[in-house]
């Protein structure tokens, strides 16, 4: 039998974005909830983010992120042999977003699927996109990380409400000449108390035979998924800067998920990152955005000149599952 031969290294070769047009903040949140500017400001960081309209669909808000990850990245659509799309809120069970996407951006039938690791969408999608080129199964993936969780979202829910957004953030993946993805450090804990900590509240075939159907919102125990995120996951993204054999002292940006900024910080803190270390802090206008945060901080710190090409970044996404991954990249 033969067998495939891959690229030495994969890289990041390309980042874009898409934040939906209408910006929300946090005055259109507070009367639902019986909160304030203030508040939310104090415990998430959070200012404003943006909600998507009805034409800002998953399908053309990853579409319009991916177009500009390839321009970025130089490469053409009909050379992307793999869309990896991360999602929790492409609300149709089948088909995928990924295939239409692919069609949409005028790919070759490029393989195309969905992956649902909530927050740690992301991360996951980087990792597989990377070994699929080290390993000869594509040469060119394209990673997306899109949510419209206003959709699943209560706007009366207060633990919820004010935390989470839309948007889509893509990469391209492809060969490199030198290491430019580490080895992704994941995991995940679905024991019956953590796996209960964000989810989403229904099953679909309970709505359904409910006197009063609803929509299914999302749900969250926030000091439980605070406590594990700022402690458990600081010993994840050490372990990812490990196994990339990169120090602290040589990391130039930290881009974790966009949870909230006080975990960024307890995070911050417990890794002793040098005050030189820039950090993502994209939340505080975009909100968090599930498996879209981290290519839309990662899209805002290089247009703001925070992260410029060949810097050394950590990237962590952590979420509902409980799910994890974390691996060190290099900027395009
Ligand atoms: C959601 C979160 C901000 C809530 O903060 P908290 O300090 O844990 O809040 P608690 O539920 O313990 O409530 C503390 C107080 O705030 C109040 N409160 C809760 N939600 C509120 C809101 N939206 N607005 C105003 N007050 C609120 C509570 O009533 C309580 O008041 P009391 O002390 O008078 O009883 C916090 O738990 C958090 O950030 N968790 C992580 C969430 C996250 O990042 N998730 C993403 C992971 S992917």
Known sequence: MLTEQGETYAGILGIGAYRPKRLVPNAE???AIDSSDEWIQQRSGIKTR???DDSETVVAMSVAASRDALAAAGVDPRQVDCVILATVSHLLQTPSAATAVAHELGTDQAAA????AACAGFCHAVALGADLVRGGSARHVLVIGVERLSDITS????G???IFADGAGAAVIGPSDTPAIGPVVWGSDGE????DLIRQREDWRDVLVADEP???HLTMQGNEVFRWASF???KVALQALDRAGVTVDELDCFVPHQANNRITDAMARAMKLPPHVRIARDIVDSGNTSAASIPLALERMIRDGEAKSGDVALLIAFGAGLSYAAQVVTIP
Do not use: E, G, L, W
């Open 113 to 116: 699927f969905d992956i649902s």
């Open 214 to 216: 609803v929509m299914p």
């Open 155 to 158: 706007p009366t829910d207060r």
């Open 192 to 195: 019956p108390k953590q796996y």
């Open 160 to 162: 919820t409400a004010f």
């Open 29 to 31: 949140i507070v009367d």
């Open 232 to 234: 458990s996951m600081a």
């Open 50 to 52: 943006r909600f998507a």
